[in-house]
């Protein structure tokens, strides 16, 4: 289970319920803190994922950068890593590493190391084996105008323009894929959520497969996401202080 990937195609195809907008983020209010969620598989504790937002000044501005690191027993470890320019909420760079532990496939690793140049995907794939081969795709595809990174509807959820009942769309880019789809968020209405961290008042974020619960008030956060069926769920355990990254 690429837990992140899976989250990304979980709401790929979500229910409108109301007439679809264009979907918007407000960077500018991603609070720069390091997040670390519990993950839940049936009630059981399955492994961990840790978020990273950091705001750095650039020569034209200031970028967030979103980094994860995640591991889910005993099938996956994730790296993450992800630029995006803070005010227009742009994509500038994507990198992704999935080590995989399944004796059903072949495939033992994938990654992409991405960016954003005149208006066009740039960079790689890799692709490792069980038998130690490694397969190397370039990439050089046009990004059409307001596309993000797969991944984006996760670590921004809580920086968008929702309100209950409000269905909002945004063309995503795949980057495993190398294709374009559109994404759909539906807004429930406000609640409240009790997770290792606390208690929060909420509004679901949702499709047919999975929900996540977001804060409204600052910090504005995701505290917690699971499937519909609420077989598997990642919840915020504590906070605390941003680990500057390298460049």
Not at 90 to 99: R, W
Not at 103 to 112: F, I
Not at 130 to 143: A, E, H, W, Y
Not at 207 to 219: I, K, Q, S
Request: aromatic residues 8%.
């Amino acid at each position: 289970m690429r837990w992140l990937c899976f989250l990304v195609v979980s709401v790929a195809a979500a229910a409108q319920s109301s007439p679809a907008q264009h979907l918007q983020f407000d960077l500018a209010a991603i609070p720069a803190t390091r997040d670390s969620f519990v993950f839940l598989l049936r009630g059981e504790p399955r492994g961990f994922a840790v978020w990273q937002y950091e705001i750095r000044s650039v020569e034209m501005g200031q970028d967030v950068v979103f980094t994860a690191r995640s591991e889910f027993r005993p099938a996956e470890e994730e790296r993450l890593r992800v630029v995006l320019n803070r005010l227009t909420g742009e994509p500038v760079a994507s990198f992704h590493h999935i080590d995989l532990f399944s004796p059903r496939s072949d495939t033992v690793m994938v990654e992409h190391d991405l960016d954003v140049k005149r208006g066009e995907v740039e960079g790689r794939r890799r692709v490792g084996r069980r038998t130690g081969d490694v397969q190397i795709i370039p990439v050089s595809k046009p990004l059409p105008a307001r596309a993000v990174w797969s991944s984006y509807v996760l670590y921004a959820a809580a920086v968008t323009n929702l309100a209950p009942g409000d269905s909002l769309t945004v063309p995503v880019y795949r980057e495993f894929e190398d294709t374009v789809v559109t994404v759909s968020l539906v807004a429930g209405q406000p609640t409240a959520v009790q997770v290792p961290a606390g208690r929060f008042d909420v509004l679901p974020i949702k499709n047919e497969d999975f929900v996540l619960y977001v804060t409204r008030a600052a910090p504005r956060r995701v505290v917690k996401g699971e499937t519909a069926d609420k077989a598997f769920s990642f919840q915020l355990a504590h906070s605390g202080r941003v680990v500057p990254t390298e460049p």
